[in-house]
Structures are given as C-alpha cells and as structure tokens.
T-cell receptor, first 116, second 115 residues
Framework: AQSVTQPDIHITVSEGASLELRCNYSYGATPYLFWYVQSPGQGLQLLLKYFSGDTLVQGIKGFEAEFKRSQSSFNLRKPSVHWSDAAEYFCAVGGSSGGGADGLTFGKGTHLIIQP | DTEVTQTPKHLVMGMTNKKSLKCEQHMGHRAMYWYKQKAKKPPELMFVYSYEKLSINESVPSRFSPECPNSSLLNLHLHALQPEDSALYLC??????????????FGEGSRLTVL
C-alpha cells in the first residue's frame, strides 16, 4: 500500500530565509508525486507535480521540489519565503497505473509559520 | 475559467435538517470528487464521479447522498447528520479520472457545523 510521511508537523521560518519541507513516500511502482498548499479557510492548490523526466521540478510561487528515488523523497524548497507563504502544505502520492484521484494518498501536512 | 465554485461557504444545521452542498465547474472536467477535511487533517476522499456516474463511494454513511445532475454540477445532500460530521467539505475536479493527466482543481470548500 502506498503511504506518505511528512515528518514535520510545524515549521517556523523567518521571512526571507530559505525553506525545505520534507516528504517521504512508499510506493511499489513509479510514483506520481504532488505538493498542494492550503491557506486558512481555503481549498487546496497544486504547487507542482512530478510524473517523470527531470527530477527537479519547478512550480508556482517560486517553489521547486526534487525527486530522489534512492531516498524515496520529494522535498519542497523555496529560496526565500514571504509572509504570504504561511499555510498548510500537503505532499501526495498517486499511482502511475491510474485509478484517478481515488488513488491519491495525502500526507498529514506541514504547517508553515513565517516570522517577521 | 479555472474555478471550482462551492456554495454555501458556511452552513449550520441541526441534526434533523435536510440541506445540500453544491459544486460547479465549467472547465469541461469529467471527473468530480467530494472530500471531507477535519481540522488539521488531510482531506479524505468520500465520493468520485466519472462521466456523471458514481465510481467510488468510500464507505460513506447514507446520511450523505451525492448527486451529479450533469457534467458541470455536483451536489452533496445532507440528512440526519451528527455533530462529528462537522468539517470542511471540499469539491474537486479533474479532466478525467486518471492521475496522470493532470491536477485536481479544488473549490474553497463549504464549512459545515452540525449542532
């Protein structure tokens, strides 16, 4: 069965500092990987996705993520955070065999706090 | 138009009430989803519709009744709910029901409180 682990429940970063959010997955075949962001009281927005190809993926809002098969990781990074980045971040894994979003497994989320 | 619109944004209902949540998208997506999200938890899949047909029901109690009248609309009918059903209900859509064709588009959710 597939699973996603986000080891950090909360992360606090100063505005302007760099950010890395960790995500480890377990999946028997080629995973499809996603990062979603959820601002308070809002729905989820896709930041980026990895299906295949270049292991460094660029997303919206200046975010990037790197797929490392050997470490089963898909960590999210941003070189300089802004106060508006404060939100909940969810990593998700889906199967390359299809099955739709019913095959999508979310991590428990990481709550990002930005200090002035 | 890249939006999924959910109404109402907030709903308070008693345990004997009947109410409905509505979701609409005009992106031509043929897969639509209902998720339930409790505070500080990830979304949990409830229902999946593919080409207006119910594809997945994740063992959701019958007091939740989904309906997909056409390819743009998705409803969730609520009846005899319990206080523990209070949550944020998220609607999402995707082009088709296949993980490798793209992303899920989420609405902002309907926050439900059951008294």
């Amino acid at each position: 069965a597939q699973s996603v682990t986000q080891p950090d429940i909360h992360i606090t970063v100063s505005e302007g500092a760099s950010l890395e959010l960790r995500c480890n997955y377990s999946y028997g075949a080629t995973p499809y990987l996603f990062w979603y962001v959820q601002s308070p009281g809002q729905g989820l927005q896709l930041l980026l996705k990895y299906f295949s190809g270049d292991t460094l993926v660029q997303g919206i809002k200046g975010f990037e993520a790197e797929f490392k098969r050997s470490q089963s990781s898909f960590n999210l990074r941003k070189p300089s955070v802004h106060w508006s980045d404060a939100a909940e971040y969810f990593c998700a894994v889906g199967g390359s065999s299809g099955g739709g979003a019913d095959g999508l497994t979310f991590g428990k989320g990481t709550h990002l706090i930005i200090q002035p | 138009d890249t939006e999924v619109t959910q109404t109402p944004k907030h709903l308070v209902m008693g345990m004997t009430n009947k109410k409905s949540l509505k979701c609409e998208q005009h992106m031509g997506h043929r897969a639509m989803y209902w998720y339930k999200q409790k505070a500080k938890k990830p979304p949990e899949l409830m229902f999946v519709y593919s080409y207006e047909k119910l594809s997945i029901n994740e063992s959701v109690p019958s007091r939740f009744s989904p309906e997909c009248p056409n390819s743009s609309l998705l409803n969730l009918h609520l009846h005899a709910l319990q206080p523990e059903d209070s949550a944020l209900y998220l609607c999402a859509s995707s082009l088709v029901r296949s993980i490798n064709t793209g992303e899920l588009f989420f609405g902002e959710g309907s926050r439900l409180t059951v008294l």
